[in-house]
């Protein structure tokens, strides 16, 4: 049996705007119609596996179970972090959680904002490893080098192991990030593969050899999950916070990779990009005769070698050459293709003087649906809202504000003081202040409707919760 584990952790902020800290670019559809997550459970079809425990940070649990629901693979499999650990914690929780029931599957541990152009060949590196893993070995797989890439580390190979299906050798060493010079001097030897942080191994194989390098960050994961939770409505696991925030930070490959005796890399030529860049998107999108890469409402003319991409606005752009040009609904990227790597720049600039945009996007998930804030104006707001079918607001009232629901289709079932009543599309409803009131969506398909916030103070903490629904999840 091969139990997927994803890695949905991270705030990455190198795709800024688009990527943010509650919205990062693993829940984005960057590469195709589907998210980065989505893709990657997608990509597993076709192989002989169960369905996949997702690995992600309590900040983005909604948004995982509601891309997992919409591919239909929610099915209590999503593990919360309290706090971020990195990989070596995040994999021993999983492997624990595995062995939880007598099981000891192999655990194909993949990131979550990966792009694989060839699944067939994913599909052939996968199955050709798995007689390796099956034997105790852990199995990584290093991604056929093509460019003197200085921003990945490296995976030194050693003696080869005879395999029918796949090469494969022992892991000589793995190298840090280096500079070009010594990146190219890999690239001409062959000897060298990019890292990239994708496992096959034995749950409890992977477990021993964890107790022998980290017993410390074991017994810290296992202490924590001993009173992990699972809600058979939210789909969520929840690990004992205080014990996991006590647990080391530590990469696996410093943790057991590099230190273990029986680590082996299995080649991985597939069209593999961890997308840590603007100009890593370009590379990897589909351009057209000018070297443009165009996504959305765009214009171009006498324009060379660009990613412009659009969410809602025309872009034109003329008489540019080599340009990410990035609008999202609240901020807009304009930036030379070699220099991407200093939107972190922005990013700097954004927390120190605690702008939003840096870990909001105008639009916001919450269990019941979405929220996008259309207009901020000092006294008064406009939200667009959808309620997916079967969502509900906790019962709540406002000292600040009063609010105006327009419905715009669907239905909606208005409890407000003892009464209660539906609307439907073109009809309207007031909240006064002091009200307890509560909306739910109790049709099939999804509810949408403008709110108009009006008051003297609109901020989020002027909701007195009666009685929260999600006080929990």
Not at 261 to 274: E, K, M, N, T
Not at 312 to 324: M, Q, S, T
Not at 351 to 378: F, M
Not at 411 to 435: C, H, W
């Amino acid at each position: 049996m091969i139990l997927p584990v994803i890695m949905a952790g991270g705030t990455g902020s190198r795709l800024w705007p688009m990527s943010r800290e509650h919205f990062p670019k693993q829940f984005l559809s960057l590469h195709g119609e589907q998210s980065m997550l989505q893709e990657t459970v997608t990509r597993l079809h076709g192989l002989n596996v169960c369905e996949p425990l997702v690995i992600c940070n309590e900040l983005h649990r909604f948004l995982v179970a509601e891309q997992l629901r919409q591919i239909n693979q929610l099915a209590n499999n999503i593990m919360l972090e309290p706090i971020g650990r990195n990989t070596a914690p995040a994999i021993t929780l999983a492997a624990l959680h595995a062995i939880k029931n007598g099981q000891d599957p192999l655990l194909l541990v993949l990131a979550a904002d990966h792009v694989i152009e060839n699944p067939e060949a994913f599909h052939k590196a996968v199955q050709g490893a798995i007689p390796f893993a099956e034997q105790g070995k852990l199995v990584t797989f290093g991604i056929v080098a093509t460019s003197p890439e200085t921003g990945y580390g490296y995976i030194q190979r050693g003696m080869a192991f005879s395999s029918d299906a796949v090469p494969a050798y022992r892991v000589q060493r793995f190298v840090e990030k280096p500079l070009l010079a010594t990146a190219l001097e890999y690239l001409e030897s062959g000897e060298y593969y990019w890292n990239s942080g994708m496992f096959l191994f034995g749950a409890k194989r992977f477990l021993q050899e964890m107790e022998i390098f980290r017993p410390d960050i074991v017994a810290a994961c296992r202490k924590s999950i001993e009173t992990a939770q699972a809600d058979p409505q939210q789909d969520f696991i929840r690990v004992d916070a205080a014990s996991f925030i006590a647990c080391p930070d530590e990469s696996v490959d410093y943790a057991v990779m590099e230190k273990t005796s029986d680590a082996i890399v299995v080649p991985l030529d597939a069209g593999w990009s961890d997308v840590g860049s603007w100009s890593a998107l370009w590379d990897v999108n589909n351009k057209n005769d000018q070297g443009n890469a165009l996504i959305g409402d765009v214009f171009t003319h006498n324009a060379a070698n660009c990613y412009i991409k659009s969410d809602e606005k025309l872009v034109a752009a003329i008489g540019v050459d080599n340009l990410v040009i990035v609008n999202t609904k609240d901020a807009v990227l304009v930036i030379d293709k070699s220099q991407v790597q200093d939107v972190k720049k922005v990013v700097e600039f954004l927390k120190k003087n605690q702008r939003r945009e840096y870990r909001l996007h105008r639009e916001s998930y919450s269990p019941w649906g979405h929220n996008d804030k259309v207009v901020n104006a000092p006294r008064y707001n406009v939200n667009r809202i959808t309620v997916k079918p079967g969502g509900k607001f906790s019962l709540q009232m406002h000292h600040h504000r009063t609010e105006h629901w327009v419905i715009l289709s669907g239905t909606a079932k208005v409890s407000l003081e003892d009464k209660t009543y539906f609307l439907t599309e073109n009809q309207s409803t007031f909240i006064p202040i002091g009200t307890q009131h509560t909306l739910e969506n109790p049709g099939k398909i999804p509810l949408e409707l403008l709110e108009v916030q009006s008051g003297s103070y609109l901020g989020d903490d002027d909701i007195i919760r009666i009685s929260d629904l999600h006080e929990h999840f």
